[in-house]
């Protein structure tokens, strides 16, 4: 049975929406953006109208459920909440590190893959994806991240913003520091995994408490 699977991400610095029907994937990424709030309804539009469908085709949506930038990923899960409230359909959520990883793994042809997103605070998000696996998944300072070897290749804003922290603690010497989630990521996880649907409404993941930058005393 053929689907139609829309994949949501604005988890980092950029939006991107992604439409799986009748067995073809049609995405519009945007980066370099302040804010998405005014792009991802209109990215909906276009692919449902490059598709020629409506919301209510859905059998499901899909959707980068952090980490990432608070206000991105606040606002990803709401979107994905709206529409699926309003239209009872169900949703699956995807850890931001794992899109990332997957789609270095994918890009790189590598099954080793260190993803760093920049969490500001002097700290990382981190995960090893390994093997098709996200094995880690944290907030960790650059110097306390897992110990690797250079056959892994670092992906993410990370490793643009701490490189040398973390090609000294993980013995990484090739990474990737512009590379971003992509919604079409999602659809390649969705189809090979078949993930379990949330038991209730779409829900981001933070790994931090506080989002705000603490005064210096």
């Not at 049609?26 to 692919?47: E, M, R, T, Y």
């Not at 209510?56 to 606040?74: C, E, M, N, Q, S």
């Not at 990521?185 to 649907?197: E, G, R, W």
Request: charged share 20%.
């Amino acid at each position: 049975m053929k689907q139609n699977i829309l994949a949501i991400d604005t988890c980092t610095e950029v939006c991107s929406v992604s439409l799986y029907s009748q067995g073809k994937t049609n995405s519009h990424f945007v980066q370099g953006v302040a804010k998405s709030s005014g792009l991802i309804l209109p990215l909906c539009d276009k692919v449902f109208a490059e598709a020629s469908i409506c919301v209510a085709d859905l059998d499901a949506i899909i959707y980068t459920k952090g980490p990432g930038a608070f206000t991105g990923v606040r606002m990803c899960v709401s979107v994905v909440q709206g529409m699926s409230l309003a239209f009872d359909i169900p949703t699956v959520g995807f850890s931001t590190l794992e899109v990332v990883g997957a789609g270095a793994a994918k890009k790189y042809q590598s099954n080793k893959i260190a993803v760093a997103l920049d969490a500001r605070m002097a700290e990382v998000y981190w995960g090893v994806y390994e093997g098709g696996v996200l094995t880690s998944e944290r907030l960790e300072k650059p110097n306390e991240v897992d110990v690797l070897s250079n056959d892994f290749i670092g992906v993410g804003t990370g490793w643009g913003a701490y490189g040398d922290e973390l090609i000294k603690r993980t013995g990484v010497d090739k990474f990737v520091s512009d590379f971003y989630p992509k919604s079409e990521n999602l659809i390649d996880l969705y189809l090979s995994q078949k993930p379990v649907f949330d038991a209730e409404l779409a829900l981001p993941t933070y790994l931090r408490n506080n989002v705000a930058q603490k005064a210096l005393k």
